[in-house]
């Protein structure tokens, strides 16, 4: 059997996010300082580390199968391409920001002006879309200090926290999109390949699925239990097991993390007693 050629970015966050997953679903990779690919030793897989803005196209011509990249570089550079599942990871907005003196409170500001930006096919579509006119100056790092050089009358940018952008006297006025890691392929992938990334990619939602979960249980008198029950979601159904002490049960169901507080609340508001809450590794439905 092949191996299943994937492709991460060569460093920085995106890199630890990309290898970590990868370990989580049983991939172990012997990765060395400055390795361009590494093969797993236990899956039919070959990682490639790339630069993240280079992966769109490896990934068209069929020199990769599949590729762990940000949504928002495949936007830009690989509209093209299609993904078959968002990670849930390093998640981002692309923006436009100004001077935090400036008057512009949108896209729609700065018809006219100047945008400096590293994304110019994503502004040349929002604009396109807004029946906008703007002068782009393409820029490759350090977009944050084109206002203040006089170069730009705001950016389009990748966004995380915001510090860099407090940091260079700008404030955030429009997001024109919000992204996240995601598994994009190669339109060249084998059947025999393909094959592979399916094996992959139920293993990723597996573990997805374990992190956006809590498994909680719980002591119930048997008197509210089915008020407690009506509370509770669940895989199919909660389990309900007899404790050693008459009239208790105990329930064990699986709560999503978003909802997961004001569940709680309201099944101590209702008498459950002696709840427990653990993390789950995994979850296969």
Not at 85 to 113: H, M, Q, T, Y
Not at 212 to 235: H, Q, T
Not at 261 to 267: G, K, M, R, S, V
Request: proline share 4%; hydrophobic share 40%; glycine share 8%.
């Amino acid at each position: 059997m092949s191996n299943l050629r994937i492709a991460v970015q060569k460093s920085g966050r995106l890199n630890e996010d990309s290898m970590n997953i990868l370990k989580d679903i049983g991939i172990s990779i012997d990765n060395g300082k400055d390795q361009l690919k590494a093969a797993a030793r236990n899956f039919p897989v070959e990682v490639f580390y790339l630069r993240n803005g280079d992966i769109p196209q490896y990934l068209r011509d069929g020199v990769v199968d599949a590729a762990i990249i940000g949504e928002n570089v495949l936007i830009e550079k690989g509209n093209d391409l299609n993904f078959v599942e968002r990670l849930g990871f390093s998640k981002c907005k692309v923006s436009i920001a100004v001077p935090k003196e400036s008057k512009a409170n949108s896209l729609k500001d700065l018809d006219g002006k100047r945008i400096a930006t590293s994304y110019p096919e994503t502004v040349k579509k929002y604009l396109k879309e807004y029946n906008l006119d703007a002068q782009l100056h393409i820029i490759n790092g350090s977009v944050e200090i084109a206002p203040n050089i006089g170069l730009a009358d705001g950016i389009c940018d990748i966004v995380s926290s915001g510090s860099t952008l407090f940091k260079n006297g700008l404030k955030e006025i429009e997001v024109l999109l919000k992204s996240e890691a995601v598994l994009a392929v190669s339109p060249k992938i084998s059947k025999e390949r393909q094959a592979i990334l399916q094996k992959i990619q139920f293993r990723i939602q597996s573990v997805l699925k374990g992190r956006d979960s809590k498994y909680v249980l719980l002591n119930a008198p048997n008197e509210k239990l089915e008020g407690i029950l009506k509370l509770l979601p669940g895989m199919r159904s909660p389990t309900v097991l007899p404790l050693a002490e008459k009239g208790w049960s105990s329930v064990h169901t699986v709560i999503s993390k978003n909802k997961f507080w004001d569940i709680i609340e309201d099944l101590k508001a209702n008498g459950a007693e002696g709840i427990l809450v653990c993390p789950i590794e995994k979850m296969v439905l």
